[in-house]
């Protein structure tokens, strides 16, 4: 029963890899669309940690974890015969595959390695495996999902360390360095959560200096690398020795500075310190909240967790994504209610809360986006898309269509200013605009893509040309939920509910006027 139910969530969790919702905009202009402009021809566009002065996200990590797949299948790709560029959505489905075998795998077999007991790794497994968090946010290209992974098999390494017996511990140690490092040039928080379980391997190291000796090493060496990997991608010029000595680019440390400047974060949002305990553990966690505050179960996976918790929390700029390390730790330490009845009815809110926000998150949540820039670069017309109301679209989808088509990213823009910048981007009206499928043998085109629940658009979609622009609707898709669309203080709370909710989805207009 056990393994038969551990199997059905591994497919629950391949089908949600496998949907096309998008969680926020960082899975890929934080990862897949930097590494893809540098293996592929495929135009892209870095986002500002890239682009600044002292650039705070480092390349360093995201070769292993996206560049290694896409050199593989552009060899396979290759070694196949096939002619031309690989299609980029190709590319993105190999990697949501990929992110979910390593959740797949190293996941739960760290969760087999920390947890001794076979009847509580059975609970915790399947707690894990049923998360909602598990299918969707480590199936995405998130650095928060890559740290989820490392902090876990840091925990391991360290226990693997102290229980080790002999007088040899270098191998753990040394593996151990390496990992340390790639987690800190992945996210700088990821030493929080090591800041308790890490005090365990003192009283080792005092008894086996060796052992610390091979740590220390092997992290230096692995920084070096990172060091010279991140010079030189962030380099205009051949890298040198003399360049890598007096000017290196060392990504942790202007990451650090530039969050720990108030006005910085400020750009971001600002929340209360109690965000990530009040509202973004619960927002992950649902029910088994309840069971972290009243059935703990004392362990280093949940000594790690809270240590993260604390640190990340000091920081006023505060996403539920930050805590998803903390997730597999708490949700293999928390004991289920012994009463059945409580049990039942535990159980009954715990696979609720997660096929909810499990379709929600992994379907709905901006889920036309990747389908909708798929079809924009079959649009053999299209030189202007203004997208209204959604989350920045991958450029990299676009398949070298970026290159004829100018990408407008307007989702704050006031209605007013979206009819004009309309007026001044869309093509003059023709006959062959009219007829099916005749405009795309024109050489312009201009293509307004939004979600159906913009009311404002209501004015403008039904009339022919009333207001000087005609709108042709040309694609769909109903599997989109505009989430930061919710106006519940001016429209109330069904109103923006029915409106949301009942008029999901997301459209593409191509957008003429009269001349």
Known sequence: MWRRTYLLLVLIRLWFALSPSYLHPDENFQGPEVIAGQIFSYPVRRTWEFTRENPIRSAFPLWPVYGLPMLLLRWLWIGNGQDGEIPP???????RVLMF?????LEDWALHELIPSPRHRRIAVLLVASSYVTWTYQTHTFSNSVETLVVAWSLVLIQRIVEDRQ?????????????????????????????????????????????????????????????????????????????????????????FYY?????????HGIHPRYQHLVANLPQLLGPAT?????????????????SGLVVLSMYQHQEARFLLPT?????????????????????????VFNLVFGVLMGIYHQGGIIPGQVFMSHQPDATNAIWWKTYSPPIWLLNGKSEALQTNDVMGLEGEALIDQLMNLATCDTPADRRNKEYLKEKNGTYLIAPRSATWLDNYVPNKGVHGLRFREVWSHRRHLNLDDLDFGDDGVWNTLSRVIGRRGLAAWRVTKSC
Do not use: M
């Open 101 to 105: 075998l390593i959740s797949f795998v």
């Open 89 to 95: 959505i190709a590319v993105f489905w190999t990697l």
């Open 327 to 351: 997730v597999p730790l708490i949700l293999s330490s928390v004991q289920l209610p012994k009463n059945r009845t409580l049990l039942r009815i535990w159980a009954v809110s715990w696979i």
């Open 259 to 267: 969050n720990s400047a108030a006005e910085n974060l400020a750009q």
């Open 290 to 306: 309840l069971l972290l505050l009243t059935q703990p179960h004392l362990s280093i996976r949940l000594y790690s967790a809270i």
């Open 167 to 255: 007088e040899s511990s270098y191998l753990a140690s040394t593996i151990l360095g390496i990992v340390a490092v790639f987690g800190l040039f992945n996210r700088i928080t990821f030493p929080a959560f090591l800041l308790i379980p890490g005090l365990r391997l003192i009283p080792h190291f005092l008894n086996r200096p060796l052992s610390l000796v091979a740590l220390v090493s092997a992290a230096l060496v692995t920084t070096v690398i990172a060091i010279t990997l991140d010079t030189a991608f962030y380099s205009s010029e051949p890298l040198t020795w003399a360049r890598l000595i007096s000017n290196p680019v060392i990504t942790p440390i202007n990451n």
